[in-house]
Structure formats: C-alpha cells, structure tokens
C-alpha cells in the first residue's frame, strides 16, 4: 500500500522506507530496520555498510549500535520452525548463518576501518559491557 505524500509527512521520519524491495535506495529507517538491512541474510550491499558506519553517530551512540548487532546476531528461531527438524536445519543455513556472518562482517569492517571509534577508553568500557551482557544471557 503506498503513501500518499501527506500520510509520508505526518509519520515520524525514521519510520519511513523507501521501498520494500532492496534495490532502490533507502531514504529513512528505524535503527533496527537499518542494522536488519545491512545483515540480511540475501541483500549484501557493502557501500551501504560503509555509510551506515560512518553516519550511525548522527542517531545513536557506538554502544547502542553494538547491541543491537549482539541482538541481531541472536535472531530468535521462528516458533513454527523451532519444532521441525527439517524446517529449522533450513531455517539455519539460509536466514541464521548468513545473518550472523553479515553481522561478523560488519564488526571485523568496523574494527578495521574505523579503528577510532574504539579509542576512547570510556568506549572501551562500554564496549565490554556489551560483552558482559553477552555472557549474562548464556549464563
């Protein structure tokens, strides 16, 4: 169902999306529909990984970004799939593996390229919280 132009002005902007579809360009997202876009299981678009990386400071802080791609990493499995052998082995190799090599991408170009984000000693601290959290969860 499309928009009318007045309906796209009265919704809050990050809710907006382009499109459904991946190939056009995205003009708003919620954070969470931002970090799902660039971990899709089938839609790799690396310069979009790239701007998402250099402009997430505008909207969120680093640690919020990280913990939403621990998030992301832990995508739950679908009910209906959980209690089907066969269904969760696909669910595994097409939507969970690629998801979380997507999200280990993302962190492996984030810790590459934009080593400075990582720097600042607060950061790190925040940073090893996330992990902390992490190893709470599996506790």
């Known amino acids: 169902e499309q928009l009318s132009e007045q309906d796209k002005e009265n919704l809050p902007q990050q809710a907006l999306m382009a499109t459904p579809r991946f190939e056009q360009p995205l003009k708003a997202a919620t954070l969470v529909k931002l970090v799902g876009r660039v971990t899709h299981a089938t839609f790799n678009d690396p310069r979009m990984l790239h701007e998402v990386l250099l402009t997430y400071r505008l909207y969120t802080s680093g640690v919020a970004f990280a913990?939403?791609?621990v998030q992301r990493y832990d995508m739950p499995t679908p009910p209906d799939v959980a209690s089907n052998d066969a269904r969760m082995e696909t669910f595994v190799r097409e939507q969970r593996l690629?998801?979380?090599l997507r999200v280990v991408n993302l962190l492996r170009t984030w810790i590459e390229v934009y080593w400075h984000d990582f720097n600042a000693?607060?950061?790190?601290?925040?940073?090893?919280?996330?992990?902390?959290?992490?190893?709470?969860?599996?506790?």
């Open 67 to 69: 913990r939403l791609l």
């Open 98 to 100: 690629p998801v979380r």
């Open 121 to 139: 000693r607060a950061y790190l601290e925040d940073a090893v919280d996330v992990t902390d959290v992490k190893k709470q969860q599996q506790a």
